[in-house]
């Protein structure tokens, strides 16, 4: 038995599709950290912060197809500029959300996602306030780690599911009154 | 629940896609050109910054690398060494002389002579890549997805921790002997009472041998040359000084691992109960 897993990420490859990828979509990513920053110093420490944690993403990255991909890239921006923004301001770190009792609800709200279709789910999720619909997206998205979550959010990676729960739960309220 | 997640998802991904289209449609002419005038100002940074970044792999994926090359050579020496079956000389009656997993581990001996120890820098964990081992014990378990290319020998010194120089209790060692056909310049000087020795792995430059006491094992490695390994993620990490040497502890679900330099050599003592750890690391010794 080998204590490790070989590795087998080809360094090359990975840096043309980087490169590739910033200069395919650095329009987009510009503009969208100046459109939340406001300011191109942090519209840049923006960028710089998203190609990092896109990097870290590569293998996920090369397996999305042209449109989910640009999306993506985008969206990461926005939530790497907005994340930079609060801390430039120096917001204080969410308020880490009380540990709830999940059991009883995550079948309700398994049953309400089941149930809707997409569009309907998507337009629950446009009435989310934003921070919901960010971590969901974070997750269900961007398929973040907790502790990746948790580093954007400004909150302990505890914390995360709870948050995550919480919107779950309010996607179902608010699937469980359009059903009505 | 895997149905309403993929109901989700989509949902979502149909979301930032319109988000995306709707922001990208929504952009002026000038907002444009700021762009463009950001990303003139800043290409060249970017662009050094994925080159560095897809280089190195980051410090824990250049140690990644040098782990998956060692364990592609490993490989190799364990199934020439099944078919082999190269004798090891058991340190204690009916002990087992099944070659084990190479695993990266050290701890230091106490009678070494003064050791020119250059620490090893090594990685600090960075949660966000997972990495996990297929058979390593369950506190060293890295999964890795960096590439791995070449073993790599770093001469560079630990970052200056301040280490707290820590008396070893007392706790009923024997003493042991470096097993026949043992090729490193260290050993450790004493076991635990009750582990007996369990085999060898050796490839080029680099010996590893393991000792086992029912579930519990301790392995002591040594690279001839400096070396590191990853730091397996979520372990906590602390320093040791003994005999001149920085001794760099990963801590994980009760398991650790020492890692020190000594003579140009890096040594790992790895054990699975952290009690006892310490106490065999310091009794690592020159056998050559």
């Not at chain 2, 109960?273 to 050559?288: M, P, Q, Y």
Request: charged share 25%.
């Amino acid at each position: 038995m080998l204590p490790l897993v070989l590795l087998t990420i080809e360094n090359e490859e990975d840096r043309l599709f980087m490169k590739e990828l910033y200069l395919t979509y650095h329009q987009l990513m510009y503009g969208m950290a100046l459109r939340v920053t406001g300011n191109r110093d942090a519209a840049q420490d923006a960028v710089s912060e998203s190609v990092l944690s896109l990097m870290k993403k590569t293998a996920l990255l090369r397996t999305l197809e042209c449109n989910k991909l640009r999306s993506y890239v985008v969206i990461t921006v926005k939530h790497t500029a907005i994340s930079l923004l609060k801390r430039s301001r120096r917001e204080p770190p969410a308020e880490d959300a009380a540990f709830l009792h999940l059991t009883d609800g995550s079948r309700a709200e398994d049953r309400a996602l089941a149930c809707a279709g997409i569009e309907e789910i998507k337009q629950a999720v446009r009435r989310l306030p934003e921070r919901e619909k960010d971590v969901l997206l974070m997750r269900y998205f961007r398929e973040m780690t907790d502790e990746e979550i948790a580093r954007e959010m400004n909150i302990r990676p505890v914390s995360v599911r709870v948050h995550l729960s919480r919107a779950r739960k309010h996607l179902a309220a608010l699937l469980g009154k359009e059903g009505e | 629940m895997m149905r309403s997640d993929d109901a989700l998802r989509r949902a979502l991904e149909e979301i930032a896609q319109e988000e995306t289209e709707r922001f990208a449609r929504s952009m002026t002419q000038e907002e444009k050109h700021q762009a463009e005038e950001a990303f003139r100002g800043h290409r060249r940074r970017v662009l050094s910054l994925i080159a560095r970044k897809s280089k190195t792999g980051g410090r824990r994926g250049g140690y990644l690398r040098a782990a998956a090359a060692l364990i592609l050579l490993l490989g190799g020496a364990l199934i020439f060494f099944r078919q082999s079956a190269p004798e090891t000389q058991p340190l204690s009656p009916g002990a087992s002389s099944t070659v084990a997993p190479f695993h990266a581990i050290s701890p230091a001996p106490t009678e070494t002579p003064a050791p020119t120890a250059k620490p090893t820098a090594m990685p600090t964990p960075m949660a966000d890549q997972t990495i996990s081992p297929t058979s390593a014990p369950d506190y060293l378990k890295i999964n890795t997805q960096s590439p791995t290319v070449t073993p790599i020998s770093t001469e560079n010194p630990l970052p200056s921790p301040t280490p707290e120089a820590t008396a070893v209790p007392e706790n009923g060692l024997l003493n042991v002997e470096a097993p026949a056909g043992w090729q490193g310049a260290f050993f450790p000087g004493q076991m635990p009472a009750g582990y007996a020795f369990e085999g060898l792995e050796s490839e080029e430059d680099a010996w590893s041998a393991s000792f086992r006491c029912g579930e519990k094992r301790i392995v002591f490695t040594e690279y001839g040359r400096l070396s590191a390994l990853p730091i397996p993620e979520g372990a906590s990490v602390s320093y040791r000084q003994w005999n001149g040497a920085v001794a760099l502890i990963a801590e994980r679900n009760g398991g650790v691992r020492y890692t020190w330099d000594q003579d140009g050599h890096t040594l790992f003592l790895e054990a699975d109960d952290g009690e006892i750890a310490e106490a065999v690391a310091r009794t690592v010794k020159s056998v050559h």
